[in-house]
Nanobody
Framework: QVQLVESGGGLVQAGGSLRLSCVAS??????????MAWYRQAPGNARESVAT???????SYADSVKGRFTISRDNAKKTVYLQMNNLEPEDTGVYYC????????WGQGTQVTVSS
């Protein structure tokens, strides 16, 4: 079973920044073909995709984060990143990574709390 470990969350004020990381416990040759995504689950809401990055580094974003969040990957480190700038209270939630198809076992996520 591939394990995903997210980190980098925390408490920030509105307008602040955070950088999330997600490391996969698989080998480089498998990780590089994964199409990856960051998801967010706000309190009382369903989990939603906020950013995706394909194996060929194409990216896409939810409208709510476009222009503020940047997804990237480092295949050599088997890591996906989410740079979050100009954070808003609405960005509060637990952030997870997984494949675009949500095909891997979910990790514990990392909590992001944005105060107004």
């Amino acid at each position: 079973q591939v394990q995903l470990v997210e980190s980098g969350g925390g408490l920030v004020q509105a307008g602040g920044s955070l950088r999330l990381s997600c490391v996969a416990s698989t080998n480089i040759f498998i990780f590089r073909i994964y199409n990856m995504a960051w998801y967010r689950q706000a309190p009382g809401n369903a989990r939603e995709s906020v950013a995706t990055i394909t194996s060929d580094f194409s990216t896409s974003y939810a409208d709510s984060v476009k222009g503020r969040f940047t997804i990237s990957r480092d295949n050599a480190k088997k890591t996906v990143y989410l740079q979050m700038n100009n954070l808003e209270p609405e960005d509060t939630g637990v952030y997870y990574c997984n494949t675009i198809q949500s095909g891997l076992l979910w990790g514990q996520g990392t909590q992001v709390t944005v105060s107004s």
